[in-house]
């Protein structure tokens, strides 16, 4: 039975900055520049979740992406839309939320969440010029 | 020589519902809800189709394009564009017409109409929200 | 106080066929050619809903888009959303659902279902390379 | 001499909450919801300036698009790139920042700053499922 | 009977190099920089086509928008599809070919021959960050 | 340290044609067709540009997308953009410049210039409809 790969694209509105709490002020300025600004600025981000598996032969998919969409809608996209990416979102505390470090969070809460479907890749789209991928590896 | 993926982009229209024969309309219902309407629903598909390979050295081609698009036009979108994908397509004879099960079946059309040039993936939008991939193995 | 035109985008996937049943098969098919297939084909329609007037001085608003998103998904999205336009949505009923038919349908249900807020302009796109546009007159 | 009017699609990225100060938090949050979030959400804004003239026999332009983008963006984007709308922005003080406030604020500024070349419309994007036109009226 | 628009969209990709043969070479490079590069530079265009008019009762269009796609596809996409804008194409012999001067000799064109279909817009994208609107008057 | 790709996506618009000179007019004709044109063509190709790596602890950067932005900038889009591929860039001298042979020519210019970063994949668009890949292998 072959391994077919599905996705759903899911979206959130956030603020954030790119600050590590390690460094000072003046640090943080001269690596991040204008995406430390200290009052916020924030995205229209883009999820794309991807599962793997062979296809099941009574329903057809590999998985039911109405069940990935309620599952991801509830574990991420409800703690992350219209919300602060730095003070509100526990999966993120203490976080720089660069969108590396969302990512590979973002795996951390999906994966389990969706087993015993196999989450195979998340791809987070910052701004329609720049995304992150990530495979769990 | 190295290896090079080049893609088609292509699009086609087509009506269908997503309805497993060998179950009773109870359990099509209850498996795939608004997706099992009996009077059809449908989607403007999105099929990218790529091809891998080196470079040929007198075309600076991996493969002509052009020739790939006529391929998948006369194999695929001529029996599936402003069609019935459960009523209509021979590829598609007693499938339910999931996205993973279009593009496993057009796989086995595609890949061997297009040889010696080897395909290497097949991505199926259904709509601008989800999508499936699929390598062939 | 200077007007504003706001405009919310909504989706559906939808079976129809091109079809005047007032004319015979034969004459349908020389004039709607594939479009006329009699086991229906479909899109994903994108509908844009646009209302103008002054901005309100406490909301900031010209309207509530979440309340027209609301009202346009109770009248007119859940009526064709994964469904056949030509049997089986009540404001079509008996109509031929060209686009052009579909969107002045369509402004004779949202535009009262939406006042006393002034609806402006519908846009109707059937695939990325079409689309219509209505402005009620 | 015919009309044409040309635009030019520019982008930011900025923190904002939908807030009226004269208003209690009570009735913001009845009035706003989710986008009266008090730590801050955010959007990826586009925003599309039009211009609208006769064709100038030298140029063959309407106006030098590289100098409206100059314009705007030394005007307008660099005021509210990587900012907090309601914090940072001097054209938009005590203002509450919905969509509809920020175009006509916007084009307080672009106007007199494009001048002699003439304004036709802005049209801003907050996601890709809403957005405000303004002309100036 | 209500006047409804009907638009369809055309790609064509072309060279061409903004360029004005009554100025000097110096006079050229100084009005429009590394849009005058000598050896010329392209793009691909993206064309809309409007129509308005009152939809055909019998048909359940405004126009037959198959015919439109033809017409223009002949009089205008084959004439500028892989050519050069300022050597090869007879409708813009001896003009500049900047967007605006492109998009009313296409009006030219195409409004003779659609009619008596009535054109109403046409809109013309050089970039994803740039297009020209124009509506014959 | 997990892997993450970050991905930066850059636009050029150039002139080119597809013209292998160690062969006859004719043979050029007959292998690449219109894309032969003498008098040239053109796109917006668009490049994806991206790395792979463990995310640095002190920035939560993979890589800092704006030097990546910065570099292929300086060493690839300003030698492109608004130029001849055939004729103006020295990375391509004598170079057919077919996707393929561009991107494999690109990725030898980007890889040691954003070196100690590892370039994992160029993805460059042609048009809406086709694009190629290339991971160095």
Known sequence: MPDVTVTRRLRFNAAHRVHNPALSDAENTALFGKCNHPNWHGHNYVLEVSVTGPIDPVSGYVVDLGRVRDVVEREVID??????????????????????NIVVAMWGVIAPAIAPA????????????NYVEYDGR
Do not use: K
């Not at 703690?79 to 590396?100: C, I, K, M, Y």
């Not at 196999?118 to 010029?129: C, I, K, M």
């Open 118 to 129: 196999r989450l195979s890749r998340l791809r987070l789209w910052e701004t329609e010029n």
């Open 79 to 100: 703690q992350v839309d219209h919300r602060n990416l730095n003070l509100d979102v526990p999966f993120l505390a203490g976080a720089n939320p660069t969108s590396e």
